[in-house]
Structure formats: structure tokens, C-alpha cells
């Protein structure tokens, strides 16, 4: 139907009860694009209504070389995200009731991320929004919604989508700089580097409810010399920084200097941030994952034998469930979970993790002997983790000097200024001795593959046999259960919960068999989003997914409070 037509067809609806809004269900040709009515909210208070604009490249005309590689691609759609959401929030007006006049566009954070709300092709260019159909009461606002749908979505599309509206200089130093950001994080492996903060970041950020970059009085990141290290960008560029090398590095420093806020900045470089972040060259390794310890979560059949045995009554802990973990069981579970995932470096910050998981010194082993003590400290295990496993560790500690025996790169913060102490940090050590008695045995132990059931997966409630409800980046209902994601600190944007609650049903559907562990399951999911998208996730054309991690995945299906599992 075209455009004039389609105004006409609005109009006729004004005054009729909101439910006739769902004859607008389908596609309409505009000039210089098709929009799309996927679904339709049966109420002004309801969830708002789903769209699509599909924009064909001879209108749109992007250059090929802003999206003809995945990296380049994802950032543009990013940037188109941008620009749609500042276009919203500026335009969007109340309209009548409830949501009426609504538009928006999944909000992104300061991270450059592939999202469903964007596409880009040689084709077209796509964008999905929500759009609050206007009502007053529960009768339909006809004119009202004409102007949304005929007049505003079309000078969206004018000022947002057409590559000759929008600057293209502000466009190349988007995509640049998520270029730069990924190649530097591919080059860490060849470096022997978990991480690099450039020379020049910014990472304080303005507080803990606001990821934007703290401007007023903080200290550029400056990086000690003997860690520094120097990168030719493909463009000839060359960026300097400090160099965090595999193995187990220690953040050290007295309070308030600066030692959680660089490793905040370690834990989010995992993703690529946008120009203007300041951390825009802080990156670290993908498979890199933020540890702590959780009371109350539960836990379905862990092996943390290697770090928790003999507990009293006889209890097995090679096959560990509980539904109201400790803060010691928690953060062992984590860990044994996170490597059987497929992290390769584990970040931990002692204000978050339980004291008597992370050490026992020689006074408490004089008077609580080894047989009594069932926790094995991971100050005993965490030479292992990487002798045995390869798993590098970056530890926080402002409390424990017993960690200089095992660190091989010690950084102090002085006034948020890094300064390699490693040097001195070992001749304390040697000049100071503990007098502790290691407890870890001679290696790790095993990561045994666990195998979900099932039956133990269930998103049905009442009678829908999918019902999934995300908070923000905390919570997912599923089903009839809650999984509390609170302590999963790298996710970032809530549209990554969504898939990964979509993710959850999918894998029960598609993978999960009593067969395949759980281990399997992820790559698999992963292999499936990379060769077909996050829309293989289901078939809403929904444009509120953002890709995750499998180790994020992973964290929900095991804070999942039904799961149930079995040793391979």
C-alpha cells in the first residue's frame, strides 16, 4: 500500500477501539523505503509496537567500505543506532495514553556491539523500533497516529539512514576507532598479553550507575616504562601503552587509588568502546571473565574439589549443588564454571571476593590445622590455574602481601598513576617470609564436563510455553524461575539478557539432549549466531537482542535454580 493510502487507511481507524490497530499489521511502500508493521500492541499500555524501515542501498548509499568486513559493519550499525536513538529521544512526544507517541530504539551503552536493531548490507540498510501507537483512553487517535506513522518515521529516515544527511567524517573516526580497538585486541595473544590500557585513557567514569567517562580532574592513564609497549595500527599510527602479561599480575595500591577502577577498565575491554569513551584503546582478551563471590546463589553439580574438600557430615564436592552457596563455595563454583566455559584469564577483585577463599595465613594454619579447614585458599591454587591450564589471573589486593610469592607482575596505583613494583614486591617476599604452608598439592585437579538434563530447563508458565520477563541487566524470569544475574558485572547493555534468555529456550529446544555437555552446547550456539545471526533465536524480527559471550551463557543456564546436570 503506498504511502498516501496508507494515511488515508490510518485516518479511517480514528475513534475505533485500540484493537483495530491491528489491521495495520503488515508493509507499506514510502518513497525511499519499505516500513513494516510486525506486531502490533493490543493495548496503549501494553508493550509497544514492533517496526521496521528497510532502506535499499541505491537510496541509502553507504560505500561499500564502510560494511564490507563484520568488524567494519557492526560498527556502522552502531553508529546508526546512535543516530536513531538521539533522533527519538528528541522527537518523541507524548501522544494520549499510556505509550502514545512513543518511538524508540534499543539504547545503546558505550560499547560497540552487533545488535539486532541494525543491518547493514550491499542490499538495504535496516532499522527496528517500537513505536507507541496513539490513543486516548483506549479509542484509537487517528491524525495522531498519521503524523507518527506518515510524517515522523519517514524524516527519521530522512535524517538518520541516508549517508548524505549524516557526516562522514563522524562516521569514518566511528568505524576507525572500533577498528583500531579490534585489531589491538588481536594482536595480545602474539604480545603474551591478557591486556593494554593506551597511554592517554581516561578510566574513571562519572559513577557507578554512569559508564560515561569522568572529565573533570581525572589523570590521563600513563603507563609505567617497564611495561610499556608499542603498537603500529594498520594505518600507520603508533600507540603506546601499558602491556598486562600473562601469568598472574596483582593490582596493589592503598585505598581510593585507583586499583578497582583500572580493573573495571580491564573487565570492560572485552568490549570495543565508542570514540570519545576513554577507553577506546583498552582491550582486553575476549575469553577474559570477572570472578567474585555470590551468597545464596545456587549451584548445580560442580566439581570444586580443587578448591573445597572434606566438609563436614561427608558431603561429596566433586559433584557440588546447593541452593544457597557461601560466599567461599560461590566463588569456587564460579571459577570451575568460567574455565569449563572457556575463559582464559580470570579477574578478581578482593573487595568482592570472600576472605577466607582468597587466604589463610600461617597464624590461622597454626591454629586451625589442614584436616579442620576444608577450603584450599586460591592463593595455593592460582600458580596451578596457569601451570596446568594456561588460565591467566589479574587480582586486585590491597590486603595480603602472601600473594607476592606468586605473582609474576606486581603494578601499584599511586594517585590513579601505575607503577611497576614487581621488582620490589619480590625482595619483600624473599626478605619477609610468610612461614605458610602451601595447601594446593602439586596441581589444579580436574574440570570435569557436565552434562544438562533436559527436563531441567523449562520456560513454560501457566499456560504459555515460553515466558520470558529481563530487568536491565540483572534479572531474567524464566519460566517460573528467576535467575539472578546481579554478579555477572560484564554484561553491559540489557538487550544482551534478552538474547541470552532467548539463547537458554533455544538451546533447550535445539541442544540440549542428555548428551552433549554443556561446554558443547556453547560453541555450538555461538557457531549458530556467527553463521545465521541473533535472529536464529527466534523468529520475532525483534530488534532488542545484543550479542553476548558464551561465558555470560554460561553464567545464566548455571544461576538457573532448576538445572540439573551429570558428569560426563
Not at 577483585?349 to 586451625?368: G, K, P, V
Request: glycine share 8%.
Amino acid at each position: 500500500m503506498p504511502q498516501e493510502a496508507f494515511r488515508d487507511r490510518i485516518k479511517s481507524l480514528d475513534g475505533q477501539g485500540y484493537k483495530a490497530y491491528k489491521s495495520l499489521k503488515g508493509q507499506y511502500a514510502f518513497s525511499q523505503f519499505t516500513l513494516h508493521i510486525d506486531y502490533v500492541q493490543g493495548d496503549p499500555f501494553a508493550a509497544p509496537s514492533r517496526l521496521r524501515v528497510v532502506v535499499p542501498q541505491s537510496v541509502a548509499q553507504f560505500p561499500l567500505n564502510l560494511y564490507d568486513t563484520s568488524n567494519c559493519r557492526i560498527a556502522l550499525e552502531d553508529y546508526l543506532i546512535r543516530q536513531v536513538d538521539r533522533w527519538t529521544q528528541a522527537v518523541s512526544t507524548h501522544r494520549g495514553s499510556g505509550k502514545s507517541g512513543l518511538i524508540a530504539i534499543t539504547r545503546p551503552s558505550q560499547a560497540i556491539l552487533s545488535r539486532t536493531a541494525a543491518s547493514v548490507s550491499e542490499s538495504a540498510v535496516e532499522i527496528r523500533f517500537v513505536v507507541g501507537l496513539p490513543a486516548f483512553g483506549r479509542r484509537i487517535a487517528g491524525l495522531q497516529a498519521a503524523a507518527l506513522l506518515c510524517d515522523d518515521i519517514p524524516a527519521l529516515v530522512t535524517d538518520t539512514l541516508l549517508y548524505q544527511h549524516l557526516d562522514p567524517n563522524d562516521i569514518d573516526a566511528h568505524c576507525n576507532c572500533a577498528e583500531n580497538a579490534n585489531w589491538l585486541r588481536q594482536q595480545l595473544n602474539a604480545r603474551n598479553l591478557v591486556a593494554f590500557v593506551a597511554d592517554g585513557s581516561v578510566l574513571p567514569r562519572k559513577s557507578g550507575v554512569d559508564e560515561r567517562p569522568l572529565k573533570d580532574g581525572t589523570i590521563p592513564f600513563k603507563s609505567p616504562d617497564s611495561l610499556r609497549v608499542s603498537f603500529t595500527l594498520p594505518n600507520g599510527n603508533v600507540v603506546t601503552g601499558m602491556g598486562i602479561p600473562r601469568g598472574i599480575t596483582l593490582i596493589v595500591g592503598g585505598g581510593y587509588h585507583g586499583k578497582s577502577t583500572l580493573l573495571k577498565a580491564i573487565e570492560t575491554g572485552v568490549y570495543t568502546h565508542i570514540p570519545g569513551d576513554g577507553r577506546e584503546q583498552v582491550v582486553t582478551h575476549t575469553a577474559a571473565v570477572k570472578v567474585r563471590a555470590e551468597d545464596g546463589r545456587s549451584v548445580a553439580g560442580v566439581d570444586i574439589s580443587p578448591f573445597i574438600n572434606h566438609l563436614p557430615q561427608g558431603k561429596t564436592t566433586q559433584h557440588f549443588s546447593t541452593g544457597d552457596a557461601s560466599g567461599s563455595t560461590s566463588q569456587a563454583a564460579s571459577i570451575i564454571e568460567a574455565i569449563a566455559a572457556g575463559a582464559t584469564a580470570l579477574l578478581i577483585d578482593e573487595d568482592t571476593s570472600a576472605t577466607n577463599f582468597m587466604i589463610r595465613d600461617h597464624r590461622m594454619q597454626a591454629l586451625i590445622a589442614k584436616d579442620r579447614e576444608p577450603i584450599t585458599p586460591f592463593v595455593d591454587k592460582v600458580r596451578q590455574l596457569y601451570d596446568d591450564y594456561d588460565i591467566s589471573t589479574i587480582l586486585v589486593m590491597g590486603g595480603s602481601g602472601d600473594y607476592f610469592d606468586v605473582a609474576d607482575t606486581v603494578i601499584a596505583l599511586d594517585s590513579y598513576c601505575p607503577v611497576d613494583v614487581t621488582t620490589q614486591a619480590k625482595q619483600i617476599a624473599e626478605a619477609d617470609r610468610t612461614d605458610r604452608q602451601a595447601e594446593g598439592g602439586e596441581t589444579f585437579g580436574s574440570i570435569s564436563p557436565r552434562i544438562v538434563l533436559p527436563e531441567s530447563i523449562n520456560p513454560r508458565r501457566g499456560k504459555r510455553d515460553v515466558s520470558l520477563k529481563v530487568r536491565a541487566t540483572d534479572e531474567i524470569r524464566f519460566g517460573n524461575d528467576v535467575i539472578d544475574l546481579s554478579a555477572v558485572e560484564q554484561l553491559v547493555e540489557s538487550g544482551q539478557v534478552n538474547a541470552i534468555a532467548e539463547a537458554i529456550v533455544y538451546a533447550q529446544q535445539v541442544y540440549f539432549d542428555g548428551t552433549q555437555s554443556l561446554a558443547d552446547v556453547l560453541v555450538a550456539i555461538a557457531e549458530d549466531i556467527a553463521a545465521k545471526g541473533l535472529d536464529c533465536l527466534n523468529d520475532r524480527l525483534s530488534g532488542d537482542l545484543v550479542v553476548f559471550r558464551p561465558l555470560e551463557l554460561a553464567a545464566a543456564i548455571n544461576r538457573l535454580r532448576s538445572l540439573k546436570v551429570r558428569m560426563r
